[in-house]
């Protein structure tokens, strides 16, 4: 047979093959892994394939040489094993034999029949020369992380992750309110892995940089970079995974993506404002994968832990300029008015160690309460919806996820309401903003439960005292 026969005939059997592929690792896969390559020929044997990336060819062999060999046999080659190398040039007009690649072939790793990854010069790829990781924070160090009940088993985790050893959990996923330390801890982790192993490829994004590279990579064509980089590392941290509930395309990515790196098992940290289950508009394939390691919740900081962060932040601020003097009860005064979160604590004290530059002299609490009367008067009625839940959940024992859900039983039923007619006294929220925040409900919803608060709470001494152990706890 002529040289065109060979090719046509090579191309019906790869047809066929592939028609069984696309049955057999379903059509996503075949999309990703296969249709990429390009055959070229066969020859003692060996099904030769061209590949765009060398992560592709590695990836395919790895994962796909049975299913491959095992196709084009069904369609008729005489097979038993592949061999694959990077596409190049061609050496000539009419379709020579493409160049091979230059050193020796590498033995693949693959499963099931023999098969060989050609993978040209070694120079290592893009992803592994330079990791395109979001910016550390130099100051998110664990040195610079203070513990307390809170936050010990977040920091506990994220310490053993930062150790780098064999996994123990995949992924960790750490979820609390605003400003409670989540980024601090994953940036803490990156630096911590980077310090003890800068061999390391630790990548940290923010969930909204995964969906941008995402983004970028499908309008340039360079989606099999994408997937290269983010399965080509060693840790991946994903920060503010709530960002893609709802985006359905990054959502699929990040699913394969999570799926690639724990198959490998590669340690994978994920961060959000709440529990995998509470985030709406997330994929419950996602969901029930983001539970299979350890999720760990930042609670909101309690007095100790706030005025062990100021004291920790005033010696630095006193490390740097030793003159500044601030009243021992400014800092508990501070720790007792400003609870909403970590950042505002923060804020505060810079502001005031500015202040206290500025006039040379001590801060007094007469001084902090003038420089600070505006943050203080806002924290004051900072109570937040989702803490308002979360109090009262605990408190009547009940999941979260209920307290937000449908369903009507009494149990449940009361302490939502409990919920409703405090956020209705303790935030500024509106009735239809409070409604949303309880599973999309409308905010006549939220005045029945309002008014039967009320009602009840007349004739019902334990509902009253409830309540006013609960409005302790949250301006606490
Ligand atoms: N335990 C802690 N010790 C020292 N600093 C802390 C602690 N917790 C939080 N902080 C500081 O509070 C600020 C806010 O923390 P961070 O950015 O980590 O919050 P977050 O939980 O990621 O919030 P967001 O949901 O807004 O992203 C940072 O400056 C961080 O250093």
């Known amino acids: 047979m002529g040289k065109i026969g060979q090719d046509l005939e090579l191309q019906a059997m790869w047809t066929e093959a592939c028609t069984g592929l696309r049955d057999r690792i379903g059509r996503n896969n075949f999309v990703t892994w296969i249709e990429p390559l390009q055959l070229r020929g066969v020859t003692d044997g060996v099904l030769r394939f061209s590949v765009p990336t060398r992560f592709l060819g590695d990836w395919v062999v790895r994962h796909f040489a049975e299913a491959i060999v095992q196709e084009c046999v069904r369609a008729g080659a005489q097979v038993t094993r592949l061999d694959v190398a990077l596409a190049r040039p061609r050496t000539d007009a009419d379709g020579a034999p493409m160049a091979r690649a230059t050193p020796a072939p590498r033995a693949g790793t693959g499963d099931g029949p023999g098969a060989q990854v050609d993978i040209g010069p070694d ?18 160090t664990f040195d610079n992380f203070v513990v307390g009940k809170p936050n010990e088993l977040a920091h506990a985790a994220a310490r053993r992750v930062a150790e780098g050893g064999a996994i123990t959990f995949n992924p960790l996923f ?8 989540k980024t601090h801890l994953m940036h803490a982790i990156a630096w911590e892995l980077r310090r003890q192993q800068p061999g390391l490829r630790v990548l940290y994004v923010s969930a909204e940089q995964f969906m941008y590279r995402f983004v970028d990579a499908l309008r340039n064509k360079q989606i099999m970079d994408f997937k290269q980089l983010f399965r080509s590392v060693d840790v991946l941290m994903v920060d503010d995974v709530q960002f893609i509930a709802g985006k359905e395309s990054t959502q699929e990515e990040f ?3 999570f799926n690639a790196l724990v198959d490998q098992r590669k340690q994978i940290v994920i961060s959000a404002d709440r529990a995998p289950g509470e985030i709406k508009d997330l994929e419950d394939r996602i969901t029930s994968r983001l539970q299979w390691g350890l999720v760990v919740d930042l609670h909101p900081t309690d007095y100790e832990l706030r005025l062990g962060i100021l004291q920790t932040k005033l010696e630095a601020f006193r490390a740097q300029d030793p003159n500044v003097v601030v009243a021992p009860d400014v800092l508990e005064f501070l720790a007792h008015k400003i609870t909403t979160n970590v950042r505002v604590l923060e804020g505060a004290l810079t502001r005031l160690h500015a202040f206290a530059s500025l006039v040379g002299r001590e801060i007094t609490l007469e001084l902090a309460q003038d420089c600070l009367a505006d943050i203080l008067r806002v924290s004051e009625r900072r109570v937040t919806i989702e803490e308002i839940q979360r109090k009262v959940a605990e408190h009547y024992n009940i ?6 859900g449908p369903k009507r039983v009494r149990t449940l039923a009361r302490p939502r309401q409990v919920a409703m007619y405090l956020s209705k006294e303790l935030t500024a929220k509106s009735l239809p903003d409070i409604g949303r925040r309880f599973g999309g409900r409308d ?7 309002v008014r039967k608060v009320e009602e009840l709470v007349a004739a019902d001494p334990q509902l009253a005292e409830d309540l006013r152990l609960l409005r302790r706890l949250l301006s606490s």
């Open 255 to 257: 699913f394969h993506t």
């Open 123 to 140: 120079t290592p790829p893009e992803a592994e020369a330079d990791l395109p990781s979001g910016p550390l924070d130099p100051r998110f």
């Open 399 to 404: 999941r979260l996820s209920d307290m937000i």
């Open 174 to 181: 750490l979820y609390g309110g605003v400003g409670l330390g």
């Open 443 to 449: 905010h006549t919803t939220i005045i029945h439960g």
